[in-house]
């Protein structure tokens, strides 16, 4: 029996490779989390958009992304000449993003009855043991018509110009697809809140005035520890970190060498052990004396939703409640 293996990326790929003796694995690695991911008319004009923005991150040839992300897409659409088709993603926003994109596709592709079964583990797979892998390959299920159709609901929400219709599933019942009622939740607190900062970026500053020693390193560390469910990998946080630092007000200072880069280990590692400390503002922002939004420009994507000072949607946590543009 011939199996595709479709998965979060490379590491966990990697094990699942080594430990699936025979499969073949097709490691998904976008971070949807992050960047524009809008409506558009097609898959390959996702890509594209998708293509663009994480060349832009890392200084890529669009055209090789856009490639690769392409090959990507055309790997689905062989899984109809395998025996057996597994979807094996975490618990986390990362994943549950990722499998609503696969699932999606799907959708709109029905597979065969048998070919399509889910692995869902509330645990990291690329930190597993290698003999553990059989064991959760065995608890793999069929993938049902339920979890199809509310993955295309919910793929289509995540992408709307406006966080309404995601926002909105939180009324539905989402408990075929166990952990997406969290990763909704999750992503809707990285909208900036009546303080003007996502969750990620409001535990940064907290995790920073805690500890007077704080480094880079130590900043993400500590954050990561206030998740139930990581997601966010160290880039995505660097960039944040240095938004923080390098803002015309910023919140933080002490932050060496920003923004990071990997290409001078000496500078990378002035990054990462830099002494951080909250300016001025970012005791009152972090305090709630000050809105975060009203000292910066606000210029990137949600999802399919554009933030801009004229397009602010907020998220108030406490209220668990949208707030519109005024």
Known sequence: MTDLVITNGDVAGELLRKTLIGAEVLPWRDVLHEGPVPLTDTREALAKARAEYLAGLAGSDVGTIEFEMTARDRGLGISAEFDRVMLWFEHDLYDQLQLLQVLDWFADHPPQAGLLSLVQVEDYIGRQEPDAIPQLAASAVPVTQAQLDLAKRAWAAFRQPTPEAWAALLDEDLSVLPFLHAAVVRMLEELPGVDGLSRTERQMLAAIEADESATALGAFVAVQKMEDAEFMGDWSFWRLLDQLALADEPLI??????????????LAKAYLTSRLSLTSLGKAVLAGGADWAKHR??????????????????????????????
Request: charged content about 25%; proline content about 7%; glycine content about 10%.
């Open 253 to 266: 200072a002490g932050l060496e060498s920003a923004p990071f880069q990997y290409q001078d280990p000496e």
């Open 297 to 326: 420009a606000v210029d990137h994507w949600w999802g399919g939703t554009h933030l801009t000072e004229d397009n602010l949607w907020r998220w108030d946590g406490e209220a668990a409640r949208l707030i519109a543009p005024a």
